[in-house]
Nanobody, 121 residues
Framework: QVQLVESGGGLVQAGGSLRLSCAAS????????MGWYRQAPGKQRDLVAT?????????ADSVKGRFTISRDRDPAKEWIDLQMNSLNPEDTAVYYC?????????????WGQGTQVTVSS
């Protein structure tokens, strides 16, 4: 059974930095992409950044130039990170790790349990 476990959230002042990590336990086959999403109170869950297996990255406009997604290239483990710099209060949210995979021509998702990021002004 696959589990995604996030770590690295916390409280930081505006302008500060945090690094989130997501470790996948178990083997995930046919990975399409990996990424981070976030959900602020009363809002929908939105994409923050994704990275495909060939290393192509995508970022939300609001985080471009401030956040960097990366993955561990060791085939023995799956691990993605999100380096967040120049944080502002609008970045406050629960951040969720996501792995998307193909199965019989359909896409499915694994989600982590979420980690809280709070940015104080």
């Amino acid at each position: 059974q696959v589990q995604l476990v996030e770590s690295g959230g916390g409280l930081v002042q505006a302008g500060g930095s945090l690094r989130l990590s997501c470790a996948a336990s178990g083997t995930i086959y046919n990975v399409n992409s990996m990424g981070w999403y976030r959900q602020a109170p009363g809002k929908q869950r939105d994409l923050v950044a994704t990275i495909t297996t060939d290393g192509t990255t995508t970022y939300a406009d609001s985080v471009k130039g401030r956040f960097t997604i990366s993955r561990d290239r060791d085939p023995a483990k799956e691990w993605i990170d999100l380096q967040m710099n120049s944080l502002n209060p609008e970045d406050t949210a629960v951040y969720y790790c996501n792995y998307r995979y193909n199965y019989k021509r359909n896409l499915y998702n694994y989600w982590g349990q979420g980690t809280q990021v709070t940015v104080s002004s």
